[in-house]
């Protein structure tokens, strides 16, 4: 069946309009003047309204219709239940109904107008029986003599009974007059003028409601257009804005049921914005998949089916010698979605990071140096001694609350290796990129080669970063002893001796990360010792009389022991050497003892040098005289952290001249 069209389904409105254009009221025309002027009917109160109805109520219908309508009900009642006792037999005493003034008002509404007709037709036949029956004296006269009576003169004892009325007129024509004939159109009265001017104020209401619809829908017909031709431009600069970024645009399939036979249209008619990495998994791919949007709206909006709103965190938990724990976090800034563009960097954000996330949940579970849990959104790695390295995906409008135990150096650390991940992960694009091509242009099979890992690199740099404050933790210890001695001291510590750009350059080339450092510490201007370390946990000491590799923090512990206790004998051998010249003494070290000793005029004095285990310098004095029983005497013992502001080489200088004096 044919749809009607829409013209057909307009509905006109037979409501009374009350209302203009702006809003006011409309006043309700009484009556109007032959020269056009409206008569408004006057508003009237409501109270006196309501008393004028109620005056025509007892003035139409009786001072007593309260008491009639009371009293009818009541007959109304009677005769209900005598209907209902005996409805057989009817009553012939039954009293009629008296007619209420409007059912008498409607009688004489529908009998009046019969009665105009009815006495407009009477007029009608007695006119016409007039000029038939009427003479005119005056042309009989002329024309006839006049024995010739007409018919209305002639009496009716002369007219025969027996002649027929039409013998007699044609006997004696009558001469009926033009002028005497009369036409007479019966009409029906005009209604109320009231009513009429209603009629006509309803009549051009409903025209102009159908007016008024017609206009409002052409009108939105027009801004619908309008609209769809604007947001049809704007879909298009929107399009080259984001080609001209160069963000990808591809051809977006045909929508279902579409026409895909010989000689159909499959050319696109949308295309779709693909902002993914050209090397990533074909899943991710998918993921990185928008498409405009639409809906018309103020800010340009894309649509991303697939997208999961899921950013990656990475944090550090690092627990202190004391038991207590300290953590940071990687900072990240939400990017405000007012723009296309801004809408594709932070979508493409949230799909190369939780390609980077399954990346690092494969690599997780063979880690050779660290152990790992792993959940959905969560992996926990025991990266270094003390060192917890977490990676979470998290929403992407999640705050991070403040914690008075973050460091701004671990949040450091973890926004170092948020980027250094974004590297790793290029590079791994960059080698499956590679392996494609080789495999295009060589027709042999490619020697199989390991893809570089993204996980274990970041494992290493923790684990070096560890180890180098360790080492730094034991050499300045040393260093904090010497200075409480008063043994002037230099150190010289770089952790990471490469720039960002070798370190770059060797992350491409060898696919691997090598970080290398040194150690340069200068005891009293005279001994130094160096030491280098490199990526994760090598260790090496440089003397002067030899290469130590080091592997363990016990043996640099000790070796550092040895040094400074060598350099602080040799420098008690020169004070004493120094103070002993006029006596002709002799000074020197004895290795397989550990102490410096001074001979001279029959006395010996021994000084020895050690550590506490809170990292003080202990150093012992004693004597031998010749004649003595005892073959050492002990005189004092000087600690770093006991006589604080009071140097070493001056108590050994003190207790040199007392050794001199005393003998």
């Known amino acids: 069946m044919a749809q009607e069209p829409e013209w057909k389904k307009l509905k006109l ?97 529908k009998i009046i107008p019969q009665l105009h007709v009815a006495l407009g037709e009477m007029s009608q036949a007695r006119d016409l029986l007039s000029v038939l029956l009427a003479t005119d004296s005056t042309s009989r006269s002329t024309s006839q003599p006049s024995t010739q009576l007409s018919l209305s003169q002639m009496p009716l004892s002369q007219l025969s009974l027996s002649q027929p009325l039409s013998q007699s007129l044609s006997q004696a024509p009558p001469d009926i007059p033009t002028s005497s004939l009369t036409a007479t159109t019966v009409a029906k009265p005009p209604a109320i003028q009231s009513v009429q001017t209603f009629n006509t104020q309803l009549a051009i209401g409903s025209k102009d409601t159908a007016l008024r619809h017609a206009v409002s829908l052409f009108k ?17 600069v929107d399009a080259l804005k984001m080609r001209r970024n160069n963000w990808g645009l591809v051809p977006a399939p045909l929508p279902p049921g579409s026409s895909t036979g010989k000689g159909a249209d499959r050319t696109a008619k949308d295309f779709l914005v693909s902002f993914g990495l050209e090397e990533s998994p074909v899943m991710f791919k998918r993921r990185a998949v928008g498409r405009m949007s639409t809906i018309d709206t103020d800010i340009p909006h894309l649509e991303f089916p697939l997208r999961q709103n899921m950013r990656l965190q990475v944090s550090l938990v690092c627990t202190n010698p004391d038991g207590s724990q300290v953590s940071g976090r990687s900072d990240y800034t939400r990017i405000v979605e007012n723009t296309t563009e ?223 206790e060598s350099c602080l004998l040799q420098r008690i051998c020169e004070i004493g050497a120094a103070l002993c010249e006029h006596v002709h003494g002799t000074w020197f070290v004895d290795s397989l003892s550990g102490r410096a000793v001074g001979r001279w005029e029959g006395n010996v004095l021994n000084f020895r040098i050690s550590f506490t ?51």
Not at 222 to 236: C, L
Not at 633 to 647: A, F, K, M, N, Q
């Open 13 to 109: 409105s037979l409501e009374r309009p009350y209302k203009d254009e702006q809003g006011q009221p409309i006043p309700v025309v009484l009556d109007i003047t032959p020269e056009g002027q409206q008569i408004y009917e006057p508003q009237k109160d409501l109270t006196t309204v309501i008393g004028e109805n109620l005056h025509r109520i007892f003035s139409e219908r009786g001072h007593d219709f309260f008491d009639k309508r009371i009293d009818d009900r009541k007959h109304e009642l009677r005769l209900a239940t005598q209907e209902g006792g005996d409805a057989s037999e009817p009553t012939e005493n039954s009293t009629t109904n008296a007619m209420t003034p409007e059912e008498l008002f409607q009688l004489r509404m």
């Open 220 to 236: 939105s017909a027009a801004q619908g257009m309008e609209k769809s031709r604007i947001q049809s431009e704007k879909y298009w």
């Open 342 to 564: 801004k809408s594709l960097r932070a979508a493409q954000t949230e799909v190369v990071e939780q390609e980077i996330f399954s990346i690092l949940i494969r690599e997780a579970s063979n880690l050779p140096t660290a152990s790992a849990r792993v959940s959905e959104r969560l992996i926990v790695i025991e990266a270094a001694q003390a060192t917890e390295l977490q990676f979470e995906l998290v929403a992407s409008d999640y705050v991070p609350q403040d914690s008075s135990s973050k460091y701004e150096s671990l949040q450091a650390s973890c926004d170092l290796i948020y980027a250094f991940l974004h590297l790793l992960l290029l590079r791994a694009h960059g080698y499956a990129k590679s392996q494609r091509l080789r495999r295009t242009v060589s027709a042999g099979p490619s020697q199989a080669s390991t893809p570089p890992l993204t996980l274990q690199p970041i494992i290493d740099m923790l684990q070096y970063q560890v180890f180098c404050q360790r080492v730094q933790a034991e050499i300045s210890r040393m260093v904090r002893a010497l200075s409480d001695a008063g043994i002037h001291t230099k150190l010289y510590f770089n952790a990471v001796g490469e720039s960002g750009e070798e370190l770059i350059r060797e992350l491409q080339l060898q696919g691997t990360l090598r970080l290398s450092g040194e150690c340069l510490l200068r005891i009293e201007h005279r001994r130094s010792l160096r030491f280098t370390f490199s990526s994760p946990s090598t260790l090496t000491a440089n003397l002067s009389q030899a290469t130590l590799p080091i592997t363990s923090i016990p043996q640099l512990v000790q070796l550092l022991a040895d040094e400074v």
């Open 613 to 663: 285990n809170s990292g003080a310098i202990l150093c012992s004095a004693s004597r031998m005289e010749r004649g003595d029983q005892h073959p050492d005497t002990h005189l004092d013992i000087y600690s770093s952290d006991r006589v604080p502001g009071v140097s070493l080489l001056h108590w050994i200088q003190k207790m040199i001249e007392n050794a001199m004096t005393s003998a």
